[in-house]
């Protein structure tokens, strides 16, 4: 007898367990936990005494054994609800998840229990010896997956009080689902299983013990998340895949024949891949959340999650991925999708397009300030859904989508971006990996993140607006420098005009230099002028006919090739407000631009059309082009040049800016090895200065009026 191991090892089971139940029973029988304990501690008791009387005399027969068995995996399965009950604050959300896991365990104990009962009583064979291991395996699942629950949803705090339990437990059902395993697979119980299963039932009974006595004042605080729901359903269809698997493997194995084997590893090879897929499928798992979510959640979103998540995407300072991407990244995770765009409102109200995430977007990306959805959306905080658009457009009181948004295919959601109560951006949401029921939960979530990751966007704004203008006083500074030159050679040419006269040989050539030296004199005037002149004093500008400015650019920079050709365009004077000078310095700049990036044998033309009260000034030529991300990064940033270290790269910006100063803006289309074009968009003047000048042209012109003014060298 003593050289049974099988009864050594459950005779120390029955000890330990009895021994467990009565210290329990006579000391710590206070709350619902010590009292489940009691229970299946001596449940596991009779258990185990029912194999060593089946050691000793053959008795009881396999039913008995075979019901003793699943009471004690449904005691230590009711040890973990007592556990569930304890813990959980949410009553509802308990009650449910109480009533599914209970049932499913009822459910599974009862057809076991049934299954036998008719064999035993009437020789009704209704699930054969696989099957019921395969119950077993079952309730081992069951088990191990209500401990990984409450262990990872347990607080900090709470774990040090429930640990030793939940150890304990896992690893009684992780034993037996090794075991019942290894039958399944090899046809029959394995001795080395079997008789060390008493022994490593009794070496779990200090952990029990150990938990008893903590936890007579500690209460075990803990909660459940979705993404504990999450892991413990991914778990148990795990489970359920592997024991399908394994019943599969067996069954081709069995049938293959001479095959048998290899087919096997080729079956349990493609099974373990196909889980793996599904595992790692983004769109299933986002199912899977929602599918929880609306089944067992009060709430859609885990708020301290989502809260947490969007304040480690806001902490990231880097530039990787940029800024507008990572805000179209958080507004897309709230509704399972990853496609989005974003919209920033610039300096002269239009919403230029920041960044587009896997959306294809089309050709025309600005939104216009003055269109009904910006209008729309100024007066409401509302999120647009596209599709219930189309549906009903009466529920959006027939809003005109515009055409950067329409135009996209996969467009979902248009979501607003508040700075204050100011719309400060549009974001737009492509369609989610699952279908997604939106209610005001999800609305009211997406319009706090929304104005969160606005106020970070304007943040970003406003840094890169003092850097730049910290980098303006920089130049300022080093334009001091420059004064003291200009003013020397101003002083030397000062000098040769005023010489000049005396000294003549040549009448023509010397009154041609002297008209020369002199308009350089000026001209470097005015940039001392200008370099003196404070950031904020008042714009001053006059009526300038705007043909005549052009035909004198065009002369002028004809001396270099390719030369500017003026085409047909609106006859007569077009009058606008402008300072002449710096009218004719920025223009010069964007001619001299076009005749730098065009070859010699390149063509550059100037035309000018007049439409809706204003006039536009076409610059184009035949040079190498730009790309699209040159233009709308870099083309009118300041301080960035193509020209290496002779450019300092405000020559494009500072014409942007002035133009917009005068109330025009410039637009640039460009293709790579085609060439670019400009365009110069001013108001024409007042009414009233446009009559005058037109009674300008009916008088005959004096010899004031046709001498030939200042160019723009």
């Not at 303006?472 to 200009?486: G, R, T, W």
């Not at 033309?605 to 790309?627: E, P, R």
Request: net charge neutral.
């Amino acid at each position: 007898m003593l050289n049974d191991f099988s009864l050594i090892s459950h005779s120390a089971a029955a000890i330990a367990y009895g021994l467990l139940g009565l210290a329990i029973a006579t000391r710590y029988f206070r709350r619902d936990i010590d009292r489940s304990l009691v229970l299946a501690s001596f449940v596991t008791l009779i258990w185990a005494g029912s194999l060593i009387t089946q050691s000793l005399w053959g008795t009881p027969g396999f039913f008995i054994r075979y019901t003793l068995e699943l009471l004690r995996d449904a005691a230590w399965i009711i040890v973990l609800f007592a556990l569930l009950r304890d813990s959980f604050r949410t009553a509802n959300l308990v009650g449910r998840l109480r009533r599914i896991l209970a049932t499913a365990t009822v459910t599974l104990v009862v057809l076991l229990l049934g299954s036998g009962a008719m064999e035993y009583a009437f020789g009704f064979t209704i699930l054969d010896g696989k099957t019921k291991v395969v119950g077993q395996i079952a309730l081992s699942l069951l088990g191990l997956s209500l401990v990984e629950q409450i262990w990872r949803n347990s607080l900090s705090f709470g774990r040090s009080s429930m640990k030793y339990i939940c150890i304990a437990v896992a690893t009684l059902f992780a034993f037996d689902f090794f075991m019942y395993a290894d039958a399944l697979l090899f046809g029959r119980v394995a001795d080395s299983f079997w008789n060390a299963r008493g022994l490593v039932n009794a070496v779990l009974v200090p952990l029990f013990a150990v938990n008893v006595i903590n936890t007579r004042k500690q209460p075990v605080d803990f909660q459940l998340s979705r993404s504990a729901v999450f892991h413990a359903g991914t778990l148990l269809l795990a489970g359920a895949y592997l024991l399908f698997l394994a019943l599969g493997g067996y069954y081709v194995k069995t049938l293959g024949g001479d095959w048998g084997e290899a087919l096997q590893v080729l079956f349990l090879t493609i099974a373990l891949v196909f889980l793996t897929t599904l595992l790692t499928s983004r769109r299933v798992r986002s199912r899977l959340m929602v599918f929880i979510s609306q089944n067992f959640f009060d709430y859609k979103y885990d708020y301290r999650e989502e809260w947490l998540k969007m304040t480690r995407e806001m902490a990231d300072l880097s530039d990787y991925p940029p800024l507008p991407e990572r805000v179209i990244r958080i507004l897309t995770s709230l509704v399972e999708s990853n496609a989005g765009a974003l919209w920033i409102r610039e300096d002269q109200g239009d919403y230029l397009l920041k960044t587009a995430v896997n959306l294809v977007t089309p050709k025309y990306t600005t939104i216009d300030a003055n269109s009904e959805l910006v209008q729309f959306l100024d007066e409401r905080e509302w999120i647009i859904d596209l599709r219930e658009y189309q549906r009903d457009p009466v529920a959006y009181n027939l809003l005109e989508i515009p055409d950067p948004i329409s135009k996209i295919p996969d467009g979902w959601l248009v979501i607003p971006l508040y700075l204050s109560n100011n719309l400060y951006g549009i974001a737009l949401i492509g369609p989610p990996y699952a279908r997604v029921e939106l209610n005001w939960e999800n609305f009211d979530l997406i319009k706090v993140v929304a104005r969160q990751t606005c106020n970070l966007l304007a943040q970003a704004d406003a840094q890169n607006r003092l850097s730049r203008a910290m980098q303006f006083e920089a130049v300022s500074k080093a334009s001091a420098f420059m004064v003291h030159d200009l003013k020397t050679l101003i002083a030397q040419l000062s000098l040769l005009v005023k010489n000049a006269p005396r000294h003549r040989e040549n009448p023509a050539f010397i009154d041609d230099m002297i008209n020369t030296t002199d308009h350089a004199v000026r001209k470097m005037s005015n940039l001392v002028d200008h370099i003196r002149r404070p950031a904020d004093e008042t714009l001053v500008t006059e009526v300038v006919e705007l043909n005549e400015v052009i035909t004198q650019l065009a002369e002028h920079y004809s001396r270099h090739q390719p030369a500017p050709r003026r085409v047909a365009g609106t006859p007569g004077k077009i009058h606008i407000n402008a300072d002449r000078e710096q009218l004719c310095s920025i223009l010069g700049h964007l001619i001299q631009n076009a005749q730098d990036a065009t070859p010699p044998t390149g063509e550059i033309t100037l035309a000018l059309k007049t439409a809706s009260g204003n006039v536009v000034l076409f610059i184009q030529d035949t040079g190498a082009g730009m790309t699209d991300d040159f233009i709308q990064t870099q083309l009118f940033k300041p301080f960035e040049s193509t020209k290496g270290l002779t450019g300092m790269g405000i020559g494009a910006y500072q014409a942007r800016e002035y133009v917009r100063n005068v109330g025009g803006n410039i637009d640039v289309t460009s293709e790579p090895g085609l060439g670019s074009c400009f365009s110069i968009r001013f108001p024409l003047a007042r009414p009233e200065q446009e009559q005058t000048s037109a009674k300008i042209e009916r008088e005959p012109l004096t010899n004031d009026q046709t001498e030939p003014q200042r160019n723009a060298k």
